[in-house]
């Protein structure tokens, strides 16, 4: 079953929802274990949900928002320049992952895109089939359609229109 334009507006924003209630949560409990949980990385969950969908600003703002939260609320046995430094190193690793994430994602998306033919395929040197994994002699059109985004359309070469319908046709 397809969904509508609205029905898919819809999902996203169930999903946001989400992923608000649960970046919500983890802040949550960083400040109700203030200072038994010293390593926020709770937060880091929130922050590869949103850049693996691709939703770089809020994943970069919870990867700020958060260790500067934690800074300021925690009681951390850290003082000074300390909690300054590990607030530091937490905002760069949460932000190089996020960066980390969305790179990954990409790259996927635009593997997934990409369907490449091959090697060596057995073209009959005659009829122009192809033969297929398991043996059998296919039409080139199928085969590639199969293997790949491609579709055809059929129309004639200028020699070929020549040679079998005795035809001018011009070289467009």
């Known amino acids: 079953m397809a969904l509508t334009s609205e ?3 819809n999902v996203v924003y169930l999903e946001h929802g989400l ?5 919500g949560v983890f802040v949550w409990i960083d400040f109700a274990t203030r ?3 010293d390593i926020p990385i709770l937060y880091l969950i929130p922050v590869a ?11 970069y703002a919870l990867a700020v928002i958060g ?5 300021l609320e925690s009681q951390s046995s850290y003082h000074g320049l300390a909690r300054l430094t590990n607030t530091a190193v937490r905002i760069v690793v949460f932000a190089g992952a996020t960066w980390l994430i969305a790179r ?3 790259r996927q998306q635009l593997l997934q895109e990409v369907r490449v033919l091959r090697g060596l395929l057995p073209v009959c040197s005659f009829c122009k089939k192809i033969r297929n994994d398991v043996g059998v002699w296919e039409a080139i059109e199928s085969y590639v359609s199969r293997h790949s985004e491609a579709e055809f359309t059929h129309g004639l070469c200028p ?3 020549k040679q079998h319908y005795d035809v001018d046709v ?3």
Not at 67 to 71: F, G, I, V
């Open 170 to 172: 011009d070289a467009r």
């Open 104 to 106: 990954v994602r990409d």
């Open 19 to 23: 992923w608000l209630a649960v970046a």
């Open 49 to 59: 949900w949103a850049a693996w969908r691709r939703w770089l600003v809020p994943a």
């Open 67 to 71: 260790p500067t939260l934690h800074l």
């Open 159 to 161: 020699p070929c229109a």
């Open 35 to 37: 200072g038994f949980i």
């Open 7 to 9: 029905g898919k507006a």
